[in-house]
């Protein structure tokens, strides 16, 4: 479940993923980086999908994050489950069990791709190639590829899909070496939203009869 939660974390906030080669993948990196990072909050709700033809799967539900700095709030029904993160603290919500095992954010999760991290996490560790443009559900969009350096990785390849005009993702495609296809659509994006810090902690008192588990 952790692992689906980083695959989905890798395609949504992919917005920022750069490394060192081509020239026209970087300049439209830039550009999205720089506007991802302008918003003081961003609010997504989207669709994904699992996808493997050898195995003849195709699943698709539905998701929603919250991002406010080090901050997030990812919310995925499918898992009945809701993590809240303060930038410190990690608490991971299994709503149907009523149980919250809390965790901390280590500095090894650098490395990982997370909610917390991925919008610092393309400055190491990426390589990257513009493919061309296409035209997406009507919406012109820049296509590129990013390949982990470390070869280790569960992923081979990101593919995203950045809105020529408002330099957003409007679609990405993780590859996964064991044949899985995780496909994200944003559905809508908000930015600017006022969030209180207390929103990203999980606050017990609202959900009564919760067992905590501190795995700190």
Excluded at 12 to 33: G, H, I, R, T, Y
Excluded at 41 to 55: R, V
Excluded at 143 to 152: E, R, T
Aim: proline share 2%; glycine share 4%.
């Amino acid at each position: 479940m952790k692992k689906f939660v980083y695959v989905v974390a890798a395609l949504l906030f992919a917005m920022n993923l750069m490394a060192q080669q081509d020239p026209k993948a970087k300049e439209v990196l830039d550009k999205l980086s720089q506007t991802t990072k302008s918003y003081k909050s961003i609010q997504i709700e989207f669709s994904f999908t699992l996808e493997n033809k050898k195995s003849n799967v195709n699943q698709t539900n539905e998701g929603e994050v919250v991002l406010k700095g080090k901050s997030y709030r990812l919310f995925m029904p499918v898992f009945s489950m809701e993590i809240f993160c303060d930038g410190t603290t990690t608490w991971s919500y299994l709503t149907e069990a009523k149980e919250c095992n809390i965790s901390g954010v280590e500095e090894d999760d650098n490395g990982s791709l997370n909610p917390a991290n991925v919008f610092t996490i393309y400055e190491k560790g990426f390589n990257y190639s513009y493919v061309g443009e296409e035209n997406l559900t009507g919406k012109a969009v820049h296509v590129l590829d990013l390949f982990p350096v470390d070869k280790s990785r569960e992923f081979i390849k990101v593919r995203l899909y950045v809105d020529k005009v408002k330099f957003q993702i409007a679609k990405a495609q993780t590859f996964n070496k064991d044949g899985n296809t995780y496909i994200l659509v944003l559905k809508s994006m908000k930015t600017n939203m006022e969030f209180r810090d207390d929103y990203f902690k999980f606050d017990k008192s609202k959900f009564p009869g919760v067992e905590m588990n501190d795995m700190r």
